[in-house]
Nanobody, 124 residues
Framework: QVQLVESGGGLVQAGGSLRLSCAAS????????MGWFRQAPGKEREFVAA????????YYVDSVKGRFTISRDNAKNTVYLQMNSLKPEDTAVYYC?????????????????WGQGTQVTVSS
């Protein structure tokens, strides 16, 4: 089992940047593919990005490609989401997720573990 704690959310102006972090408990972090999801008010939770166990493969939803970068540090049990050129439509609660399956599965299948979420608000 793994526990996930997100941090780094906040209020930023359009065009600005934020870096989200997700710290995972346990000694088996490198055995999980990791991802980020988001949920805007009144909308369903959606996949944002995923990264393989080694960090060699990454996946993104089209709306964030070229603006967001997912990365991980297995020595620190942490996954990151660097968000640049933020837009008001990026406003949402962002959730970290872990899966024992392939990272690519996160785009279409629910993960096994969720964090509690961190709020990101982008003002226009």
């Amino acid at each position: 089992q793994v526990q996930l704690v997100e941090s780094g959310g906040g209020l930023v102006q359009a065009g600005g940047s934020l870096r989200l972090s997700c710290a995972a408990s346990g000694r088996t972090f490198s055995s999980y593919a990791m991802g980020w999801f988001r949920q805007a008010p009144g909308k369903e939770r959606e996949f944002v990005a995923a990264i393989s166990r080694s960090g060699s493969s990454t996946y993104y939803v089209d709306s964030v490609k070229g603006r967001f970068t997912i990365s991980r540090d297995n020595a620190k049990n942490t996954v990151y989401l660097q968000m640049n050129s933020l837009k008001p439509e990026d406003t949402a609660v962002y959730y970290c997720a872990a899966t024992s399956g392939p990272a690519s599965y996160l785009a279409s299948s629910p993960p096994g573990y969720w964090g509690q979420g961190t709020q990101v608000t982008v003002s226009s």
